[in-house]
């Protein structure tokens, strides 16, 4: 059974930082290109950063040079490490991990709120 568990959420001043982690299990996490999305209050679900099997990385532009994914595949975990953060960055922060079968990021977790004050 397939499980990503996502922790290092919480509540953050404007310019501070945070750092979530993805615990994976049930995959052959060193096989597998992982990603962050993120679901802003009201609006849909966006991706926020890739990292693949080799640990070459992609940004979306709204997060280039503040944030940072990276991943351990000893501990099957992957990190996104924010900095600056704005108050538009507040989302629920889900970890994704991609099926080459379907072409799509069709494992994730529960999500971790991220929650910025201005």
């Known amino acids: 059974q397939v499980q990503l568990v996502e922790s290092g959420g919480g509540l953050v001043q404007a310019g501070g930082s945070l750092r979530l982690s993805c615990q994976a299990s049930?995959?052959?996490?060193?096989?597998?290109?992982m990603a962050w999305f993120r679901q802003p209050p009201g609006k849909q679900r966006e991706y926020v950063a890739a990292?693949?099997?080799?640990?070459?990385?992609a940004y979306a532009d709204s997060v280039k040079g503040r944030f940072s994914i990276s991943r351990d595949n000893t501990n099957s975990t992957t990190y996104l490490q924010m900095n600056t953060l704005k108050p538009e960055d507040t989302a629920v922060y889900y970890c994704?991990?991609?099926?080459?079968?379907?072409?799509?990021?069709?494992?994730w977790g529960q999500g971790t709120q991220v929650t910025v004050s201005s």
């Open positions: 994704g991990a991609y099926q080459p079968e379907s072409r799509q990021y069709g494992y």
């Open positions: 049930g995959i052959t996490f060193s096989g597998k290109s």
């Open positions: 990292i693949n099997t080799r640990g070459g990385t």
